[in-house]
């Protein structure tokens, strides 16, 4: 069944709304391979809106707090458009490096209930096809990972180096 959801930002900057995403958002990443970065983020919670058109879909970021949300904005330089209350929640906009705008909005409606991942899987799973969880690391295996992570950072160091000359 599903496991979750995969949001592709089109941008005209890519490595300025990657390093907006990073940096700012503080989104944590992972290289698919080739500099793709994927980036994780919070729950998120969908809704279906009437329309005259099909196909067209909206992202919204939310937020705990909209003032703190736009005071940090602010103090970063990043530009956003005034928030508005809608019933549903205050909105914002903000504009990414790539000068894209990305929609922010702090919600004042009741929010569903997050699935657990594990749970989820469980229940969807017919039997005999539930996936296995990876077993546990053992001490000499959480070594052993450590020695290969703290390898792998002594040669990002050097590389950079190398950069640098």
């Known amino acids: 069944m599903i496991i979750g959801a995969h949001v592709m930002l089109h941008s005209r900057d890519e490595a300025a709304d990657r390093a907006f995403l990073s940096d700012v958002l503080k989104f944590g990443s992972v290289d698919a391979g080739d500099g793709f970065m994927i980036y994780g983020i919070p729950p998120a ?3 279906v809106h009437g329309s005259d058109r099909n196909d067209l ?3 919204y970021l939310m937020c705990e707090d909209m003032e703190d949300f ?4 602010t103090e970063r330089g990043i530009a956003f458009t005034p928030p ?3 019933g549903w929640g205050t909105m914002t906009e903000i504009t990414l490096p790539g000068g894209g705008r990305l929609g922010v909005y702090e919600p004042h409606h009741k929010r569903p209930k997050q699935p ?3 749970r989820a899987r469980k229940a969807g799973a017919k039997k005999g096809t539930a996936k296995k969880t990876p077993a546990k690391k053992t001490p000499a295996k959480k ?3 450590k020695k290969v992570a703290r390898r792998a950072v002594k040669a ?3 590389t950079k180096k190398r950069r640098r000359a």
Not at 70 to 73: E, G, H, L
């Open 70 to 73: 736009v005071a940090d904005m």
């Open 116 to 118: 657990a991942a594990k």
């Open 84 to 86: 508005s209350f809608q």
């Open 156 to 158: 990002k160091a050097k």
């Open 57 to 59: 879909h909206q992202l």
């Open 45 to 47: 919670e969908m809704a």
């Open 143 to 145: 070594s052993a990972a």
